[in-house]
């Protein structure tokens, strides 16, 4: 089925520094979306894509929609310490039985920021 | 607008028995998700509902089961509990089944 894979899995950097997650695939996905899970919350939208090489920021957080459609990643720049949490990536299942209103996520980036 | 609020925020239960778990969406939100969020994994689509009926299901066994209301409220039930159910369950809803979603806190469901 399809998959997504999240690299790295975990990062610890220094306040002020920039970050670089990214997302792949095996399959295509016309949809590209990442989140942000703070502790104890539920997963909130950070950035949506829907075209192939569009490039998106919203404030601090830039990311893009592979070429390929298999591949998307986020940058954060000058990192903060409420920054910390885990990022998943995510893309609607391809149509199928059973895959309406299907999100795969990936296993996530943990992110920590050290003051 | 309010946003996506479920019940309760932690449960215990033990193996075998049954639980509800609730979801209130927010309003004109027609369609609504549930998933399982296991510890250290991304969340996995159990199945949504759109207008009261189910409109597309996960890998999810028939003790995974259920509900959308009227009034933008939902259930999941989830019968004959195992010890794997543990997980955080997310309940997110959207004004159509195309549309971007809110995700509520969770449940943390814990199985002993």
């Known amino acids: 089925g399809q998959q997504l894979n999240q690299s790295p899995q975990s990062m610890f950097i220094q306040e002020g520094e920039d970050v670089s ?7 295509i996905f ?8 703070d502790p104890g919350e539920g997963p909130v939208l950070l950035i949506a894509l829907y075209k192939a090489g569009e490039l998106t920021s919203n404030g ?13 990643f986020l940058n954060i720049s000058a990192s903060i310490p409420s920054d ?3 990022y998943f990536c995510a893309g609607p299942a391809s149509l199928g039985s059973g895959n309406t209103g299907k999100l795969i996520f990936g296993q996530g980036t943990t992110l920590q920021v050290k003051p | ?3 996506v609020t479920q019940s309760p925020t932690h449960l215990i239960k033990t193996r075998g028995q049954q639980v509800t778990l609730r979801c209130s969406s927010q309003s004109g939100h ?5 998933y399982q969020q296991a510890l250290g994994q ?35 039930n989830v019968n004959a509990l195992e010890l794997d159910d543990s997980a955080l369950y997310l309940c997110a809803s959207s004004r159509g089944t195309g549309e971007g979603y809110t995700f509520g806190s969770g449940t943390r469901l814990t199985v002993v």
């Open chain 1, 21 to 27: 997650m990214n997302c792949t695939s095996s399959s």
């Open chain 1, 30 to 37: 016309n949809t590209w979306l990442w989140y942000k899970q």
């Open chain 1, 60 to 72: 601090r957080l830039t990311a893009q929609f592979g070429i390929t459609r298999k591949d998307s």
């Open chain 1, 84 to 86: 910390v949490g885990i």
């Open chain 2, 1 to 3: 607008e309010t946003g």
């Open chain 2, 30 to 34: 027609n369609t609504v998700s549930w």
């Open chain 2, 42 to 76: 991304g969340p996995q689509f159990i199945f949504q509902y759109y207008r009261e009926e189910e409109n597309g299901r996960g890998n999810f066994p028939p003790r995974f089961s259920g509900l959308q209301f009227p009034n933008y409220s939902s259930e999941l």
